[in-house]
């Protein structure tokens, strides 16, 4: 069991001990990835398996279950006390165009993406692969019109 003080000296490392088969995502990787100006007081999750824990330590969890095989483009982020891990870059933005309720509201979506485009390390040759794993390639043609 983590401790309320280990969760708030480390808390990215804490859900990592917490929760292995989840990653940050939706708004929580947007926000690691200074893709949204603005911050959440909560920690969204992606996993494939239902997390019972609505709450940890006053911090609220948002969690969208997804099949296995929507389980790609997750790195493993250091922290001072483990590990966690996180959707890279370009499953953040299949994410927010799959589940855009994961990031908020419809302003934060087009941050998202608008921020992405505007990004020199965006690499439109992954996502579009990422859209063909994730079994909706049309997503991607729906960004690109969103993004102008």
């Known amino acids: 069991m983590i401790t309320e003080d280990e969760f708030f000296e480390d808390t990215y490392g804490s859900v990592g001990k917490m929760f292995k088969d989840a990653y940050v995502g939706g708004w929580t990787a947007a926000e690691k990835w200074d893709l949204l100006s603005e911050g959440s007081r909560c920690i969204t999750l992606f996993s494939p398996k239902r997390i019972s824990e609505k709450e940890i330590y006053g911090v609220r969890l948002n969690v969208q279950v997804l099949p296995r095989k929507q389980m790609f483009g997750i790195i493993e982020v250091e922290t001072q006390s483990g590990k ?52 909706c390639p049309e997503l991607m043609i729906r960004m690109m019109k969103e993004a102008q």
């Open 84 to 135: 966690y891990h996180c959707s890279d870059l370009e499953k953040t933005i299949v994410d927010a165009m799959m589940y855009p309720q994961m990031f908020g509201d419809d302003l934060n979506h087009q941050e998202v993406i608008k921020n992405y485009m505007l990004r020199d390390d965006k690499d439109l040759n992954k996502l579009k692969t990422y859209f063909k794993l994730a079994n």
